[in-house]
């Protein structure tokens, strides 16, 4: 469920949600009633406990990725928010627990967007190298309703094996910085016996959202 659809960027994605009383052991309870517990939490914000319903949130995930807004409908209230972290069954992947990040729309965010390469290299295509992406995510700062989805990477530049792509390579925008320092490598094309290398981000780590100075 990586990414998220196109839609309008007027579109505002709701996903409405109740006031949580169960905690802990009972939550189990509650799953099986086909809904999903979560926290909503944020910067001068009480945090909140709530549960949202199963298949509602897959398909807000679906729309909005990790980096799409989603105005939780709870009490009255629409609050604007980003997805944090989602916890997931070990084995069957469903969905066990979700915290939501409030924001202000106001104010400038940092958030993790995931890289997509886009085109084909003439190094893959003719040369039988092998792509190897070497970070999956950059950090980017914008208004959170700026935030893209994801980050083109063109790899049509790419004519040679050992050829990389840097994040100082990018277009810069308009709408965000890209924080990733300039000399990062965000992928490149290495020669077919290399491609037992392992990514440093092979091992994802929990997305980290924080308020920009």
């Known amino acids: 469920m990586k990414g998220k659809k196109s839609h309008s960027s007027t579109d505002k994605v709701s996903l409405k949600a109740e006031l949580r009383t169960i905690f802990g052991k009972k939550l189990n309870k509650v799953r099986k009633q086909g809904l999903v517990p979560g926290n909503i939490f944020g910067p001068d914000f009480k945090s909140k406990s ?3 319903v199963y298949k509602d949130l897959v398909k807000t995930y679906k729309m909005v990725g990790e980096t799409g807004i989603v105005y939780i409908s709870l009490d009255k209230e629409n609050i604007p928010v980003l997805i944090k972290t989602i916890q997931k069954h070990p084995l069957s992947s469903s969905l066990l627990h979700i915290d ?3 924001i202000d729309l106001s104010k400038k965010i940092e958030t993790n967007v995931p890289v997509k ?15 190897l992406i070497q970070s999956e995510t950059l950090l980017v700062e914008a208004l959170p309703e700026d935030i893209p989805s994801h980050i083109e990477v063109d790899i049509t530049v ?4 050992g050829q990389e792509i840097k994040v100082s390579d990018l277009k810069k925008s308009d709408k965000y910085e ?6 990062k490598v965000i992928l490149g094309v290495v020669a077919h016996k290399e491609e037992s290398i392992v990514p440093e ?8 959202i924080t308020e920009a100075v």
């Open 50 to 52: 709530i549960s949202v």
């Open 100 to 102: 939501f990040r409030k």
């Open 158 to 161: 790419i004519k040679d094996i």
């Open 201 to 208: 981000t092979a091992v994802a780590a929990p997305e980290i």
């Open 178 to 183: 890209i924080k990733t320092p300039i000399e």
């Open 117 to 131: 390469a886009v085109g084909i290299s003439e190094a893959v295509s003719q040369k039988a190298g092998v792509l």
